[in-house]
Nanobody
Framework: QVQLVESGGGLVEPGGSLRLSCAASGIIFRLYVMAWYRQAPGKQRELVALISNNGGTNYADSVKGRFTISRDNAKNTVYLQMNSLKPEDTAVYFC?????????WGQGTLVTVSS
């Protein structure tokens, strides 16, 4: 059974930083594309960043230059380093991987950017 467990969310002031982690189990982690999504109150879930199994990355325009996605295949973990956070980054952040016919999602971790 695939499990994705996020951690690292919290309350941070504008301009601050956070690092999210997502620990995966039940898959051969190094073979899978991993992604971070977020969902703000009253809005649809959106893709934030993804990293391929060979390390290639893509980012939403709204986070380019501020967020960095990375992975540690030895630890079965994907990270999202978030810098220069803005109030509009406030959302629940979800880890995701595509299993072909289905997708696996974590439970989410809340990031609140506020003074």
């Amino acid at each position: 059974q695939v499990q994705l467990v996020e951690s690292g969310g919290g309350l941070v002031e504008p301009g601050g930083s956070l690092r999210l982690s997502c620990a995966a189990s039940g898959i051969i982690f190094r073979l899978y594309v991993m992604a971070w999504y977020r969902q703000a109150p009253g809005k649809q879930r959106e893709l934030v960043a993804l990293i391929s199994n060979n390390g290639g990355t893509n980012y939403a325009d709204s986070v380019k230059g501020r967020f960095t996605i990375s992975r540690d295949n030895a630890k079965n973990t994907v990270y999202l380093q978030m810098n220069s956070l803005k109030p509009e980054d406030t959302a629940v952040y979800f880890c995701n991987t595509n299993l072909g016919a289905t997708s696996a999602w974590g439970q989410g971790t809340l990031v609140t950017v506020s003074s």
